[in-house]
């Protein structure tokens, strides 16, 4: 849609989509008005035979919603798709903020025309300001059909998501929604929203999620901003791409968290597959895999590090965090070890993807998962911070991890999907023929074996 009327002229923004159960779309977006005030207006397509919906028409009365009493003209944006109430209305929210607290308002309507603003919030976080793209719905456990917008069951757990203005990344926490009083609760307040867990630890904001009722799935969409200079996006004259959709689930092993996975289409994209088993990978080692075209890759990998390593490690009280650390190039006892990727055979460009072990004074390991900017291009206008957080890694599992390259972007999955991370990185020798792929171990005490499958991966055909 296009900016065309008084209240969209500086922008259409963040919208979602309901559909009705007679078939109708009802699309409730926010309109930036001629002065600069965010509204929320109403669309319809044009021709809904139409299956990728191209054209759309404004309601002539919008917009149908202002900011209300005391919540800023630019603080009030990104409805969500609505759901049923028990009483029958359909029910939506949208982000805000008041002072620093950011809230989740709460609107009721029977004919997404006339619209009430109910008391209270359904959530809110204090000192997380602005929430933008807010998102709440119901998720499964794997097998469970627990993905239809409108589940009212209190034991069905929800996601309660935001993505924070203040700082760009989109958080998310689980609890239980109550749907006669509005409200959701977190089940840990620890990791609530916006002080808690991320979906993606990288280059990944904006998110929202739909039911696709067809495959019986949630799926979620992000988007990827560039972190190179607005002159060089200018030259190349665009900016910004879409995520892979993930699937969505709830992880049933840990109770509290999501699994994130590439959509299943994803894999048709396959072809000339390579397969590496069992490889030894000595302290200090860095190995080249020979597989031909590497800028578009999908790439699955497990690492198993042996007992006697992790044994004879000695505790410590060691405070490691990826975005503090000298990455890949950093070495501990139990890491840093996994792939580089987007690497250029002199290794003077690379994007590692790797794990970082730390036992602690307790005796208990714990896992980090982290992307390496630091040494991805040598561009000297572009992001080269380091990325990652912690993952679980349960006892008796591997450490896992599933990586897509596609040119320049990098998005991996650790452990199933639990922890993610989205990198855009710029690389100036490392791409096309001259991109290479390798698996490394700067660990001073273990010794890793991985098992490695690889694909090529074809472009999707667009008509």
Same mark, same amino acid.
């Given at each position: 849609?296009?900016?065309?009327?008084?209240?969209?002229?500086?922008?259409?923004?963040?919208?979602?989509?309901?559909?009705?159960?007679?078939?109708?779309?009802?699309?409730?977006?926010?309109?930036?008005?001629?002065?600069?005030?965010?509204?929320?207006?109403?669309?319809?397509?044009?021709?809904?035979?139409?299956?990728?919906?191209?054209?759309?028409?404004?309601?002539?009365?919008?917009?149908?919603?202002?900011?209300?009493?005391?919540?800023?003209?630019?603080?009030?944006?990104?409805?969500?798709?609505?759901?049923?109430?028990?009483?029958?209305?359909?029910?939506?929210?949208?982000?805000?903020?008041?002072?620093?607290?950011?809230?989740?308002?709460?609107?009721?309507?029977?004919?997404?025309?006339?619209?009430?603003?109910?008391?209270?919030?359904?959530?809110?976080?204090?000192?997380?300001?602005?929430?933008?793209?807010?998102?709440?719905?119901?998720?499964?456990?794997?097998?469970?059909?627990?993905?239809?917008?409108?589940?009212?069951?209190?034991?069905?757990?929800?996601?309660?998501?935001?993505? *924070?203005?203040? #700082?760009?990344?989109? =958080? !998310? $926490?689980?609890? /239980?929604?109550?749907?006669? &009083?509005?409200?959701?609760?977190?089940?840990?307040?620890?990791?609530?929203?916006?002080?808690? *867990?991320?979906? #993606?630890?990288?280059? =990944? !904001? $904006?998110?929202? /999620?739909?039911?696709?009722? &067809?495959?019986?799935?949630?799926?979620?969409?992000?988007?990827?901003?560039?972190?190179?200079?607005?002159?060089? #996006?200018?030259?190349?004259?665009? $900016?910004?791409?879409?995520?892979?959709?993930?699937?969505?689930?709830?992880?049933?092993?840990?109770?509290?968290?999501?699994?994130?996975?590439?959509?299943?289409?994803?894999?048709?994209?396959?072809?000339?597959?390579?397969?590496?088993?069992?490889?030894?990978?000595?302290?200090?080692?860095?190995?080249?895999?020979?597989?031909?075209?590497?800028?578009?890759?999908?790439?699955?990998?497990?690492?198993?590090?042996?007992?006697?390593?992790?044994?004879?490690?000695?505790?410590?009280?060691?405070?490691?965090?990826?975005?503090?650390?000298?990455?890949?190039?950093?070495?501990?006892?139990?890491?840093?070890?996994?792939?580089?990727?987007?690497?250029?055979?002199?290794?003077?460009?690379?994007?590692?993807?790797?794990?970082?072990?730390?036992?602690?004074?307790?005796?208990?390991?714990?896992?980090?998962?982290?992307?390496?900017?630091?040494?991805?291009?040598?561009?000297?206008?572009?992001?080269?911070?380091?990325?990652?957080?912690?993952?679980?890694?349960?006892?008796?599992?591997?450490?896992?991890?599933?990586?897509?390259?596609?040119?320049?972007?990098?998005?991996?999955?650790?452990?199933?999907?639990?922890?993610?991370?989205?990198?855009?990185?710029?690389?100036?020798?490392?791409?096309?023929?001259?991109?290479?792929?390798?698996?490394?171990?700067?660990?001073?005490?273990?010794?890793?074996?991985?098992?490695?499958?690889?694909?090529?991966?074809?472009?999707?055909?667009?008509?």
């Amino acid at each position: 849609m296009t900016t065309d009327q008084w209240y969209d002229t500086n922008g259409v923004w963040t919208g979602s989509a309901t559909i009705l159960p007679d078939g109708r779309i009802m699309m409730l977006y926010t309109g930036s008005t001629n002065e600069s005030v965010q509204v929320q207006n109403l669309a319809y397509p044009a021709d809904p035979s139409d299956p990728l919906l191209i054209k759309w028409v404004k309601y002539p009365n919008n917009p149908i919603i202002v900011p209300p009493p005391g919540i800023g003209p630019k603080d009030f944006r990104d409805p969500t798709t609505a759901w049923l109430t028990p009483e029958g209305k359909w029910r939506f929210i949208i982000g805000s903020k008041q002072n620093t607290t950011g809230i989740s308002l709460v609107f009721d309507t029977e004919d997404f025309k006339n619209i009430t603003l109910v008391d209270g919030f359904l959530h809110e976080v204090k000192g997380t300001g602005m929430w933008e793209c807010v998102d709440l719905y119901p998720v499964s456990k794997p097998g469970e059909d627990r993905v239809k917008t409108s589940v009212d069951e209190l034991e069905v757990k929800y996601v309660m998501k935001a993505s *924070l203005d203040d #700082d760009r990344n989109d =958080y !998310y $926490a689980i609890g /239980t929604y109550d749907p006669v &009083n509005g409200t959701w609760v977190p089940d840990d307040p620890a990791l609530d929203v916006g002080i808690g *867990l991320r979906y #993606d630890y990288g280059i =990944y !904001y $904006a998110s929202k /999620t739909f039911n696709d009722t &067809n495959k019986n799935r949630r799926v979620l969409w992000s988007w990827i901003k560039e972190t190179d200079s607005n002159n060089t #996006d200018i030259q190349k004259d665009w $900016a910004s791409v879409q995520g892979i959709p993930r699937t969505v689930m709830l992880d049933n092993t840990t109770g509290n968290n999501l699994l994130q996975w590439p959509v299943a289409e994803v894999d048709t994209l396959r072809s000339n597959h390579s397969v590496f088993q069992n490889l030894e990978i000595n302290s200090g080692a860095v190995v080249p895999l020979e597989i031909g075209l590497t800028s578009q890759l999908d790439i699955v990998a497990e690492f198993e590090v042996d007992k006697e390593s992790l044994e004879r490690a000695q505790k410590t009280d060691e405070v490691y965090a990826c975005n503090n650390s000298t990455g890949a190039a950093g070495r501990g006892a139990l890491g840093p070890f996994g792939l580089l990727v987007l690497a250029y055979q002199d290794l003077s460009e690379q994007t590692p993807i790797y794990f970082y072990i730390v036992k602690g004074s307790d005796g208990n390991l714990k896992t980090f998962f982290c992307a390496d900017h630091s040494r991805s291009s040598e561009a000297d206008d572009v992001d080269k911070e380091i990325y990652g957080s912690t993952v679980p890694v349960l006892e008796g599992e591997k450490v896992t991890v599933r990586i897509l390259v596609d040119h320049s972007i990098v998005e991996s999955f650790s452990q199933g999907g639990r922890t993610c991370i989205t990198s855009r990185v710029y690389p100036t020798k490392a791409f096309s023929d001259d991109a290479k792929i390798f698996l490394f171990n700067n660990a001073t005490e273990a010794n890793i074996t991985a098992s490695v499958n690889i694909w090529q991966m074809n472009s999707t055909s667009t008509n």
